[in-house]
Antibody, heavy 121, light 108 residues
Framework: EVQLVESGGGLVQPGGSLRLSCVAS????????MDWVRQAPGKGLEWVGR??????????EYAASVTGRFTISRDDSRNSLYLQMNSVKSEDAAVYYC????????????WGQGTLVAVSS | SYALTQPPSVSVAPGKTARITCGGD??????VHWYRKKPGQAPVLVIH???DRPSGIPERFSGSKSGNTATLTISRVEAGDEADYFC???????????FGGGTKLTVL
């Protein structure tokens, strides 16, 4: 059974940093592109970024709203995906989901349950 | 930047048919996917590539596209279908992925 479990959310001050993790099981992580998608309170879904699979050199791509501040990485040997959030802004407050792409096409058939990031001083 | 437009809300009585639209420029050239989002739960893919239903999604869920408008149709609506529904495309613009603003489906 495919499972994605996020962790690392919490309260962060504006300008601060936070690192989210996502542990994958039930499939071979190295085969898949993986993404982060977020939902701010009362708002819609927003794509954050993705990291391609090993065969595609782990290339990363980001939404304009987080480029230069967020970094996605992965450790396939640990079945883990990461989101390093730096220079956090109030508008980054959201539930962050990791999601598995079906086949490098920005279609997500599997999602984690999410981890909440709150931003406040 | 590219944008997808959805109605903020749709209301339907149990057993009736709900239709949720998603419009965008040149949508006819893009593949449209639909997700269901319930509070406190992860999003669920209900339709991909306009019309395809993933395994485990009831046949009551169907999708279509005509010109620049895609439509998610839910037949024989049940109380459990109440949720927010989002359309999504690979925009191939500076923001690679775009979601619609979401439609809140209320079952009366």
């Amino acid at each position: 059974e495919v499972q994605l479990v996020e962790s690392g959310g919490g309260l962060v001050q504006p300008g601060g940093s936070l690192r989210l993790s996502c542990v994958a099981s039930g499939f071979t992580l190295s085969d898949h592109y993986m993404d982060w998608v977020r939902q701010a309170p009362g708002k819609g879904l927003e794509w954050v970024g993705r990291i391609r699979n090993k065969a595609n050199n782990h290339i990363t791509e980001y939404a304009a709203s987080v480029t230069g501040r967020f970094t996605i990485s992965r450790d396939d040997s640990r079945n883990s995906l990461y989101l390093q959030m730096n220079s956090v802004k109030s508008e980054d407050a959201a539930v962050y989901y990791c999601a598995r792409e079906d086949s490098g096409n920005f279609v997500w058939g599997y999602w984690g349950q999410g981890t909440l990031v709150a931003v406040s001083s | 930047s590219y944008a997808l437009t959805q109605p903020p809300s749709v209301s339907v009585a149990p057993g009736k048919t709900a239709r949720i639209t998603c419009g965008g420029d040149n949508l006819e050239t893009k593949s449209v996917h639909w997700y269901r989002k319930k509070p406190g739960q992860a999003p669920v893919l209900v339709i991909h590539y306009e019309t395809d239903r993933p395994s485990g999604i009831p046949e009551r869920f169907s999708g279509s596209k005509s010109g620049n408008t895609a439509t998610l149709t839910i037949s024989r609506v049940e109380a459990g279908d109440e949720a927010d529904y989002f359309c999504q495309v690979w925009a191939s613009t500076s923001d690679l992925v775009v979601f619609g603003g979401g439609t809140k489906l209320t079952v009366l």
